[in-house]
Nanobody, 125 residues
Framework: QVQLVESGGGLVQAGDSLRLSCAAS????????MGWFRQAPGKEREFVAA????????YYADSVKGRCTISRDNAKNTVYLQMNSLKPDDTAVYYC??????????????????WGQGTQVTVSS
């Protein structure tokens, strides 16, 4: 079994920055892609960013492009999401996800077979 644990969420003001972390543990695991999704109250879960293990190719939702950077430390099985210039619309529970080998679209939640419990990000205006 693989566990994903997010951390780094919190309450910040508009314009502030946060760095979310997601640590993977459990059986020997090498995700082909790691992603971040978010879900605001009353809304569907939406894609934020993803990174592939090979070549470190990154993908971003238009809503966060230029403000967020996803990175990973393969040796530590950890993925990060640096979020800058946060807006109240960024308020949501942020989830980390891992694709063990589907190689499907990195922006689709159906690609991922492991999910974390989520970390709350609240941005006040």
């Amino acid at each position: 079994q693989v566990q994903l644990v997010e951390s780094g969420g919190g309450l910040v003001q508009a314009g502030d920055s946060l760095r979310l972390s997601c640590a993977a543990s459990g059986r020997t695991f090498s995700a082909v892609a790691m992603g971040w999704f978010r879900q605001a109250p009353g809304k569907e879960r939406e894609f934020v960013a993803a990174i592939r293990r090979n070549y470190g190719t990154t993908y971003y939702a238009d809503s966060v492009k230029g403000r967020c950077t996803i990175s990973r430390d393969n040796a530590k099985n950890t993925v990060y999401l640096q979020m800058n210039s946060l807006k109240p619309d960024d308020t949501a529970v942020y989830y980390c996800a891992a694709d063990s080998g589907s190689y499907l679209s990195p922006s689709s939640p159906y690609t991922y077979d492991y999910w974390g419990q989520g970390t709350q990000v609240t941005v006040s205006s």
